[in-house]
């Protein structure tokens, strides 16, 4: 992964489409804290439109690498063709943090960090594209590129690697307590977060393993560092 941070990139949310409107005062303008959020997720939601006008939203795993985020689909998808042949799209990557409880259900709502970028991807080739795929792979599950077994070419075409440039992004994070209304702050109502997390599970071998080994410790040792999340008031 490389380690620029945008600096010379708008900031989010400062173009004319990114600017968060609504909630605005969730608007989050540190590029470095969306790239967290990015580097804390796994899937992402990216959207296309077919030749028949008709709009798709399409989870992927994916990584980001330095300014970009890069993922992976099948030559055969003509949704992810559409992406290749040049069509905008729009990707989201959202961390659910807690149910926000208020006292009424108007107020109730999400704690989550959530970024949107806006853009079109170019395909990658040759030794980028080997590169995007090691770092999919390796963002998904640390070290697991250097015991897999790699691409062969006939794998290696049936495979379409993206990236999606970071240039054009908004980042909206929601924390705090729920923000009833005066008149509700008296009810007999239960109001507060019930916080979420997301725990990696102990390992399951394949039953299928060609002899009985232990779980490596880069797998059983894996675990993601939460991101930093944004104090808010
Ligand atoms: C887990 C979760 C649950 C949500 N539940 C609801 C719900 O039930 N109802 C609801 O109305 N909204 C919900 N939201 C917020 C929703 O995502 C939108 O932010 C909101 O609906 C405002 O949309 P808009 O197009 O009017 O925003 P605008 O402020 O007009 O959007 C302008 C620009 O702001 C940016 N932007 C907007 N939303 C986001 C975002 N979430 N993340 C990053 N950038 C963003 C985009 O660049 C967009 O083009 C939820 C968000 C999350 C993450």
Request: with cysteine; aromatic share 6%.
């Amino acid at each position: 992964m490389t380690s620029t941070q945008g600096e010379s990139l708008p900031t989010p949310g400062s173009t004319e489409r990114t600017v968060i409107k609504r909630l605005g005062e969730k608007a989050v303008a540190d590029r470095r804290i969306g790239y967290d959020i990015l580097d804390a997720g796994f899937v992402a939601h990216v959207s296309v439109i077919d030749e028949q006008g008709q709009p798709y939203v399409v989870p992927v795993g994916y990584a980001r690498d330095g300014d970009d985020v890069l993922f992976h689909g099948s030559t055969g998808s003509r949704l992810f063709r559409g992406l290749a042949a040049g069509q905008p799209t729009c990707l989201t990557v959202t961390l659910l943090d807690g149910m926000v409880l208020a006292r009424s259900t108007f107020e109730s709502s999400m704690q989550y960090r959530g970024v949107m970028v806006l853009g079109h991807c170019r395909v990658l080739e040759d030794a980028d594209k080997d590169r995007a795929l090691e770092v999919i792979t390796d963002h998904l599950l640390p070290g697991r590129w250097s015991e897999a077994r790699h691409p062969s070419n006939k794998e290696l075409a049936a495979t379409l690697v993206l990236a999606l440039p970071l240039d054009e992004m908004s980042v909206k994070v929601s924390a705090g307590p729920p923000e009833d209304e005066e008149d509700d702050l008296s009810r007999p109502i239960w109001a507060g977060v019930v916080p979420l997390t997301e725990a990696f599970g102990v390992p399951v071998s394949a039953p299928d393993l060609v002899e009985p080994f232990p779980v490596p410790d880069y797998v059983s040792k894996w675990r993601r560092p939460l991101p930093p999340k944004e104090p808010r008031q």
